[in-house]
């Protein structure tokens, strides 16, 4: 606990290019930004998969390789190959931990809508694209948010790795701390990060009472 | 063409007398299944046309090859002369109501918009869209107080009817209906069914209507299509037809028991002979009728409601019919009633004789046993004319 408040009450921390709201903010842009390209990546193509049938197989490669692919390794690779001094190799191994989680909840959200119903869209006269928006996506969003939630609170928690390639954000206290033997800072880093990772839990479940209908999330409570 | 997915009322004339004409129309789905084989039907303008048929006998394919859910692979159907297969399907789909047996109600939209579902597509601004809803509810007997849920909130029964009416919302002059009271109990199917009929006499749409249950068919269709595996039309007929008929052992079969006795159900009760003079007030002095050579008399109160039959031996020397005990009766509603009815009140009572009523429960006479008699065998006789 005396860690802890060395580490919050120490005024310099909390000032400066390595105080708390300028590494909080650095944070938020490797996980933010990666969040999005992932979004846009993973989001049409789950739709699309789930909507047409078609290329269900990339769903089932893309889940499997993300079980398989170490973060850090990908990292390094991508290091060596690009260089340090630009984000983009740290967005890059995040975009790729963030894909699977929202493609695969996409596609099984949209896929997992009952048939009768897609079928009863269809026959009131619906065109494919208005059944997509107006029926499958609302009845899937529940899962589809729970895709992204996952990819958003696994990226926060990972995006400390920019700290091993010379970047800011969170990391940097966690990896001075240890490399310093500065406990106090390490162990806070932790706990900053696992904050922002319960605030991101919180923030979604705003979004899901804002966003998903009572007349979906009336019967399936939990989630 | 533009006429019918606007949704307007049926046109007079030719084409107009036949709604839907299949046409020599078959299907085989990709896998090699005959779903439908050569099937020629008519379904006529404002009646109710039941395909009925053992498990996948292809009525589901032949009802969803109209609203284009499935495309024939040979032959054509018409929709008011034009064919379906010139028409893009989401516009034909607009003008033809769709009855599923799930209800397939979106769950995440409140009731009121689930049924305004066609009128927002056809762009209708959303006021004058949930109005329609709204009267829409009514008509299908729904409390105005559900349009504010959502389907998860409401009975397998009340899914159904918020299915008819989404399918009624653009006024389509075709109503398509797959088995969609089958999921529900049997008494609220059968209050289904009636509701289905009281809707129909009101708007005359022409329905095409699945099931598997004979009774269904029986009861709903104006003529009822029977199909056999494959596809293949048994026979299309009236359902007094049917029962009296059946054009084959398959039909017989599929007609189940008591067809002579069904057949009576088609059998209108109001052309039979009432006797007035059986009927006496409950007021009347138990002496004064004494003296009547028959053995039954029907006791009515002061409005000429039934209260009972009173056997001419039990009648007491003094004192009015008010205390002697009635044995109980039976009923049917002679303007309205089917000779089904009237054998089935024959049949209730000590006496063998009916009660037939008017439409207010108020005794209109008696038919008695030698009148059904005569009736029944009349009945019998046109079965085989
Ligand atoms: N998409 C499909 N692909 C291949 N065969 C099909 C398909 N849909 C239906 N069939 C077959 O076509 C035949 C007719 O099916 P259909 O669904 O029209 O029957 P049905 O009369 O509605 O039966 P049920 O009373 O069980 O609903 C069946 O043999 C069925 O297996
Ligand atoms: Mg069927």
């Known amino acids: 606990m005396n860690w802890l408040a060395d580490f919050f009450g120490d005024p310099a921390n909390w000032s400066g290019p390595d105080g708390i709201p300028l590494r909080l903010a650095e944070h938020l842009e490797f996980a933010g930004l990666s969040l999005l390209l992932a979004m846009l990546v993973a989001l049409p193509l789950g739709l699309w998969i789930g909507h047409t049938g078609r290329g269900a197989l990339l769903v089932v490669l893309s889940a499997n390789a993300a079980r398989a692919l170490p973060t850090l390794g990908l990292l390094v690779l991508v290091v060596l190959l690009m260089g340090v001094g630009t984000i983009a190799p740290v967005l890059i191994p995040l975009v790729a931990l963030a894909v699977p989680p929202i493609l695969v909840n996409t596609y099984e959200g949209i896929r997992g809508v009952d048939a009768d119903l897609r079928d009863a869209a269809y026959g009131m006269g619906l065109r494919g694209g208005q059944v997509l928006g107006r029926v499958l996506v609302p009845v899937a969003l529940p899962l589809i948010l729970l895709g992204l939630r996952t990819a958003a609170i696994q990226v926060v928690a990972t995006a400390t790795v920019a700290a091993y390639v010379g970047l800011g954000g969170l990391g940097r206290y966690i990896i001075d701390g240890l490399a310093t033997k500065r406990y106090p800072l390490a162990v806070g880093g932790a706990v900053l990060v696992a904050l922002l990772a319960l605030a991101v839990q919180g923030l979604f479940g705003v979004l899901q009472r804002f966003l998903v209908s009572p007349g979906v999330s009336g019967r399936q409570k939990i989630r | 063409m533009g006429r019918l997915w606007q949704g307007g009322r049926a046109p007079a004339g030719d084409q107009g007398m036949h709604m839907i004409t299949f046409d020599d129309v078959s299907k085989r789905y990709p896998d090699g299944t005959v779903a439908v084989d050569g099937l020629t039907l008519h379904a006529p303008t404002g009646e109710i046309t039941v395909l009925v048929g053992p498990s996948g006998c292809g009525k589901t394919t032949s009802l969803r090859m109209v609203n284009r859910m499935v495309d024939a692979t040979g032959g054509r159907i018409l929709l008011d002369g034009v064919d379906v297969r010139t028409v893009d399907p989401p516009t034909l789909r607009r003008g033809i109501g769709y009855v599923i047996q799930q209800a397939g109600l979106f769950p995440h939209r409140k009731i009121v918009d689930n049924v305004a579902t066609v009128p927002y597509l056809l762009g209708w601004d959303r006021k004058r869209a949930r109005a329609r809803a709204m009267e829409l509810l009514e008509r299908v007997g729904l409390d105005a107080g559900l349009a504010g849920r959502y389907p998860f909130q409401l009975s397998g029964g009340q899914q159904q009817r918020v299915g008819v009416a989404r399918a009624l919302a653009a006024d389509p002059p075709v109503l398509l209906m797959d088995e969609p009271f089958s999921a529900v109990d049997p008494i609220v199917r059968a209050s289904l069914q009636d509701e289905l009929l009281r809707l129909q006499s009101e708007l005359n749409k022409t329905i095409v209507f699945v099931t598997h249950d004979i009774d269904e068919a029986i009861k709903l269709g104006d003529r009822v299509a029977v199909l056999r595996v494959g596809g293949r039309l048994a026979q299309l007929a009236s359902p007094a037809e049917l029962l009296a008929e ?48 028959e053995p039954w008399l029907a006791v009515v109160d002061g409005e000429g409601r039934p209260l009972g039959w009173v056997a001419r031996e039990d009648l007491p020397d003094s004192g009015t019919l008010a205390g002697v005990p009635a044995a109980p009766y039976g009923a049917f509603v002679r303007e309205r009633d089917s000779l089904r009815s009237a054998l089935d009140a024959a049949l209730l009572s000590p006496s063998g004789n009916a009660l037939a009523v008017d439409g207010a429960g108020r005794v209109e006479g008696v038919v008695t046993r030698d009148e059904l008699d005569a009736a029944l065998a009349r009945a019998a006789g046109g079965a085989r004319g």
């Open chain 2, 246 to 293: 059946p054009a084959d052992d398959f039909v017989r079969e599929f007609l189940g028991r008591d067809r002579g006795i069904r057949r009576l159900s088609f059998v209108p009760g109001d052309g039979l002979r009432l006797r007035t003079d059986l009927t006496v007030p409950v007021s009347a002095e138990a002496a004064s009728v004494r003296g009547t050579a």
